[in-house]
């Protein structure tokens, strides 16, 4: 199994900047495709982005492109969901996952491990 655990969250001004890391224990983080979610209330969970487990390639959700930046350490087990130009909708309960092997997926079925999850808000 893989435990995740997410940090990074909080309260920032529309605008700002926040990175989220994802801390990966268990079995071996480089063998897993890493996803991030995110879930506003009264909303279902949606694809923020993925890198599979060889790096490299990203995937991303149409309205984080160019905003959002995913990247990984395997080397510390650890993946990253940096986001810049924040906006109030970007606001929600941030997850990570992992879903094993190189294919990633935008859906949260897809993937078998999650992260407890980390709030972000964005003030206008």
């Known amino acids: 199994q893989v435990q995740l655990v997410e940090s990074g969250g909080g309260l920032v001004q529309a605008g700002g900047s926040l990175r989220l890391s994802c801390a990966a224990s268990g079995r071996t983080f480089s063998s897993y495709t890493m996803g991030w979610f995110r879930q506003a209330p009264g909303n279902e969970r949606e694809f923020v982005g993925a890198?599979?487990?060889?790096?490299?390639?990203?995937y991303y959700k149409d309205s984080v492109k160019g905003r959002f930046t995913i990247s990984r350490d395997n080397a510390k087990n650890t993946a990253y969901l940096q986001m810049n130009s924040l906006k109030p909708e970007d606001t929600a309960v941030y997850y990570c996952?992992?879903?094993?092997?190189?294919?990633?997926?935008?859906?949260?079925?897809?993937?078998?491990?999650w992260g407890q999850g980390t709030q972000v808000t964005v003030s206008s």
């Open positions: 890198m599979p487990r060889s790096g490299g390639s990203t």
């Open positions: 996952a992992a879903r094993f092997g190189t294919v990633y997926s935008t859906l949260p079925r897809a993937y078998a491990y």
